[in-house]
């Protein structure tokens, strides 16, 4: 069964697909940099950074620094968890997204 974080993961995933984005998940497998956000994504020229959480949980330390990091360097940094998920095409496109019904 998958925890609460990796949920919020796979909607982030299938988002990126729907919008035509390159991602991956960036695990360090001991070999990299910790704090690297969890995903990382491609989008019209615009690096991603995304940090997923669930249940409260704060990013730690690190993967703030991280995400600043890549801020100052032009990129987006985002932290989603299942409050905002539904925010993150407007995210990534900063197209706004109205979800209205048609009242005819």
Same mark, same amino acid.
Request: proline letters at 2%; one cysteine or more; hydrophobic letters at 40%.
């Given at each position: 069964? &998958?925890?609460? =974080? /990796? /949920? %919020?993961?796979? /909607? %982030?995933?299938?988002?990126?697909? =729907?919008?035509?984005? $390159?991602?991956? $998940? &960036?695990?360090?497998?001991?070999?990299?940099?910790?704090? %690297?956000?969890?995903?990382?994504?491609?989008?019209?020229?615009?690096?991603?950074?995304?940090?997923?959480?669930?249940?409260?949980?704060?990013?730690?330390?690190?993967?703030?620094?991280?995400?600043?990091?890549?801020?100052?360097?032009?990129?987006?940094?985002?932290?989603?968890?299942?409050?905002?998920?539904?925010?993150?095409?407007? $995210?990534?496109?900063?197209?706004?997204?109205?979800?209205? /019904?048609?009242?005819?």
């Amino acid at each position: 069964m &998958a925890t609460p =974080e /990796k /949920k %919020v993961k796979l /909607k %982030v995933c299938a988002k990126l697909k =729907e919008l035509g984005a $390159y991602f991956f $998940y &960036a695990s360090t497998g001991g070999y990299g940099a910790s704090g %690297v956000p969890d995903i990382i994504a491609s989008y019209k020229g615009r690096f991603i950074g995304i940090e997923c959480k669930a249940n409260g949980n704060k990013a730690t330390a690190l993967q703030q620094k991280h995400l600043r990091e890549i801020s100052i360097a032009g990129g987006i940094s985002l932290i989603i968890d299942e409050t905002n998920i539904d925010m993150l095409e407007y $995210y990534v496109t900063g197209k706004q997204i109205f979800n209205m /019904k048609d009242k005819t």
